[in-house]
């Protein structure tokens, strides 16, 4: 399973030959999780983590930063990011690692998402003021300051004005279909999302398999058309699975012959139940994503 690291004179950094920590699915307030990029960084390396992938909803924005906290504390950043996909009237997140950020259609991309942000973030605002909550829009932004406006920041929002008693109250009650704030859309398609990731140079995985609504069938036939755009990884354990959903996912994972991948699925530390790395280790029968890992992009600090 994990891999024994080696040394690592030409960084300067020596790694004691241990199985290595992987989190490869993490967010900061370059999207909308509440630490900037070092204090994430500086996080996981305080928990042990070896290998850390700031995975920001559809922007890179934060990657610098964080290669730069990880070469003072000797750990690995993988420059990665989260896509949001629209999938068959659903919305199926296809986490992008090892990617070279400055790859031009992949930015442009990012770009056209972070366009269509901004004008259902003003939508959203409008339709919580017709529900009886102004001044949403301007909440938002006070979280998400000045970089990708999500719903999470219009849900500290409705948490800090009273309207909802924790985020997952808000999700249940506000910004999801048939309730006040919710707003269809078109985000990139799975082949455009795969497109791009495999373009960047970087390895595409299924985010949270468990999380979508799908039946089985449904999601081997995603994770079929995945796999024909190019995709190679499953995101077989995550912060949001159970044990059971785990299982089920290492099982898909065996016989839609993916790479499985590791990822918390970390926002900030004010959820208590989520924390950065402690997650179950993969079944011993499962390629990890890091198989695939080529040096040039991942070295230390680089
Ligand atoms: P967006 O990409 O702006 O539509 O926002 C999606 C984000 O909302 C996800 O990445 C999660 O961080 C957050 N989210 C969705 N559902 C929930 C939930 N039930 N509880 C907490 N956060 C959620
Ligand atoms: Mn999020
Ligand atoms: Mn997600
Ligand atoms: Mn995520």
């Known amino acids: 399973m994990a891999p024994v690291t080696s040394s690592r004179a030409a960084n300067g950094v020596y790694n004691l030959p241990m199985p290595r920590t992987y989190d490869l699915h993490t967010h900061s307030t370059a999207s909308d999780g509440t630490l900037s990029p070092s204090e994430l960084v500086a996080r996981a390396a305080a928990r042990g983590i070896g290998s850390l992938a700031l995975t920001d909803h559809d922007t890179t924005a934060g990657v610098d930063e964080a290669r730069t906290a990880a070469a003072a504390h000797g750990i690995e950043v993988i420059a990665g990011v989260e896509v949001s996909v629209s999938w068959r009237h659903a919305v199926v997140h296809v986490v992008g690692l090892q990617i070279a950020t400055d790859f031009a259609p992949m930015q442009a991309g990012f770009a056209r998402l972070a366009e269509f942000r901004d004008w259902r973030a003003e939508e959203i605002g409008r339709r919580l003021a017709k529900a009886g909550i102004p001044g949403a829009l301007e909440g938002a932004m006070r979280h998400a300051h000045g970089r990708i406006v999500s719903r999470t920041h219009f849900a500290h929002f409705l948490v800090e004005a009273g309207h909802a008693k924790d985020l997952r109250d808000v999700f249940k009650r506000f ?15 799975l082949e455009e999302a795969v497109g791009w990731i495999c373009g960047a140079g970087g390895i595409a995985v299924v985010a ?8 089985a069938t449904k999601l081997r036939e995603l994770l079929g058309e995945f796999r024909a755009c190019g995709g190679v990884g499953l995101e077989v354990i995550s912060g949001s699975h159970s044990a059971a959903d785990s299982a089920s996912m290492a099982a898909q994972a065996r016989r839609m012959k993916l790479l499985a991948s590791v990822g918390s699925d970390y926002h900030g530390p ?3 139940y989520l924390e950065l790395g402690g997650l179950p280790a993969l079944p011993a029968d499962l390629t990890p994503v890091w198989a695939l890992w080529t040096d040039a992009a991942h070295a230390v600090g680089s």
């Open 208 to 215: 949270h398999p468990a999380r979508y609504p799908f039946t």
């Open 175 to 189: 910004l999801v279909r048939d309730r006040p704030g919710y707003v269809p859309g078109q985000w990139a398609s």
């Open 270 to 272: 004010e959820n208590p």
